[in-house]
């Protein structure tokens, strides 16, 4: 409730008339005693009271409600029902869909409109239906819902009267609350809503709020974001853990490897493992976790609550140096136990690709997730990603491909964070490496001689990959951003 008055009414209003504002609010739909608790942990009925007390925080004058009681008990839907009456009776439309509504909800709307073939066949007070129907011969059983009987007359049930209907259906006299004797229960009914609607005359604020800057949305989303991460411990706590645990048994595989001569095609296996194992553990997730958000998303951007780029820029920011943490919590353990260069430039500019390996994998991940649903991105995912291995030159090496294999794997960035990869351990005038005394014969002592072999000695092969790898996540994140858009609209 806190980030939607933030992101709703902004610095219109003191941080203390916010929180009156939400208690009033919380007070009038009977949430007071939940406003400690999470949504996940609320029943569906504190769901859609919450739905609305979102809303009802800059008091609008009118309200779309789609199917309120759906998946709700009869005990709860009446109780949502009675909410919205008494809002309405605070001087605010209230238009909502329904289907199939209790006799007891059905009595409390003002006005029923009710079609069927695309057409109206009744709009007036729900306390004229049987009077309405009875007018061309549709007498409702004594004992029967009007709501029930009105939808079987729609769908045919006793003949096709949807022409008639639709033709008497625009009469004037319907349309307003039968002014005949009621009852006494009657009588009842209506005083107790109209003494239930002071206890929906939530406060209304004098003057127009102002909505707030996008900068104070981007920063309040920043907030969302961050918090989100901390909670789902699955995302952070769980994955840092695993990080943490993958580092020391791949760091325990390849121990002393980068420091041995005798070793270094088992430590270029060193680097193949890194690259796939971050590119996976990022890519994933990513594929499944913005059709997770879709739903709320196109919701509160229908509800305006932001802008679409304000959202996705706070997205990016939140979890960009996440992504990063968990990529140096691996590389930092991995690397230092299986001996590589123990000099901190060559270290930073190792841990500096693979945190753009990560990025570029992730980035690709959100684009498969905002373009198809989960289980075709997770297959999209998978093989794209074999494709992209078998093309970064270690599978087979450069210097072994086709002509035409060789251009096609420029497409690959996997290609690129192996080559700056390898030039960051073996590049920049790295001296000799040690050669075990029980040896015969180390072929790949000079780092020169290996980094020829395998197709990657160009010097400036470092700073290419780089700016190559950066430019893919540039084109990948605006390319994301477009699936994105083009999703929430088409949705």
């Not at 949305?217 to 989100?228: A, D, E, N, T």
Request: glycine share 6%; hydrophobic share 40%; charged share 15%.
């Amino acid at each position: 409730m806190s980030m939607a008055a933030d992101l709703k009414i902004g610095h219109s209003l003191s941080e203390k008339s916010k929180q009156i504002a939400i208690d009033d609010v919380l007070d009038a739909l009977s949430l007071s005693k939940c406003k400690d608790t999470r949504c996940a942990r609320l029943s569906g009925g504190q769901k859609k009271r919450l739905s609305i007390a979102l809303e009802l925080l800059v008091n609008p004058p009118v309200m779309f409600l789609d199917e309120p009681t759906t998946g709700l008990d009869s005990s709860s839907s009446l109780q949502c029902i009675s909410m919205l009456k008494g809002l309405a009776r605070g001087g605010r439309t209230i238009i909502c869909t329904i289907h199939q509504p209790s006799a007891s909800i059905y009595e409390m709307f003002d006005h029923v409109y009710v079609m069927a073939e695309g057409r109206c066949i009744y709009q007036g007070a729900s306390t004229n239906t049987v009077a309405y129907l009875s007018n061309i011969g549709l007498n409702c059983p004594e004992y029967h819902n009007p709501a029930d009987y009105i939808l079987e007359v729609a769908n045919g049930e006793y003949g096709n009267f949807t022409e008639a209907l639709s033709r008497i259906a625009g009469e004037m006299n319907w349309r307003s609350v039968c002014v005949t004797s009621r009852s006494g229960i009657e009588e009842v009914r209506k005083a107790e809503a109209e003494d239930e609607s002071e206890n929906y005359n939530i406060h209304k604020y004098s003057d127009p709020i102002s909505p707030p800057s996008e900068w104070s949305r981007f920063i309040v989303l920043l907030q969302r974001s961050f918090l989100q991460l901390y909670r789902d411990w699955t995302v952070t706590h769980l994955k840092f853990a695993l990080h943490i645990l993958v580092g020391i048994f791949i760091g325990l595989f390849y121990f002393n490897a980068g420091n041995d001569a005798s070793k270094t095609l088992t430590n270029f296996g060193y680097l193949v493992v890194t690259l796939v194992y971050l590119c996976y553990t990022s890519m994933m997730p990513a594929v499944l976790r913005f059709p997770a958000e879709l739903p709320i998303l196109r919701k509160e951007r229908f509800n305006n609550w932001y802008n679409l780029k304000t959202y996705y820029a706070a997205f990016m920011v939140a979890d960009i140096p996440v992504q990063m943490l968990f990529c140096a919590s691996y590389t930092s353990i991995s690397y230092f136990m299986s001996s590589q260069p123990q000099e901190w430039f060559r270290f930073f500019m190792f841990l500096n690709i693979c945190c753009l390996v990560t990025i570029t994998a992730e980035s690709f991940g959100i684009l498969l997730g905002t373009t198809v649903n989960p289980v075709n991105g997770t297959f999209l995912g998978a093989i794209s990603t074999a494709l992209m291995v078998t093309l970064a030159g270690f599978l087979v090496l450069l210097t072994h491909m086709s002509k035409g294999f060789y251009y096609l794997s420029f497409i690959s960035y996997l290609r690129y964070g192996m080559q700056g990869l390898v030039h960051s351990l073996y590049g920049y005038d790295r001296g000799s490496i040690p050669c075990p005394e029980d040896a015969i014969y180390c072929h790949y002592k000079t780092p020169d001689v290996f980094l020829k072999e395998i197709g990657m000695s160009d010097s400036n092969m470092y700073w290419i990959s780089t700016l190559v790898l950066v430019g893919v996540i540039v084109f990948l994140r605006i390319l994301a951003f477009c699936t994105l858009k083009r999703s929430l609209g088409r949705g």
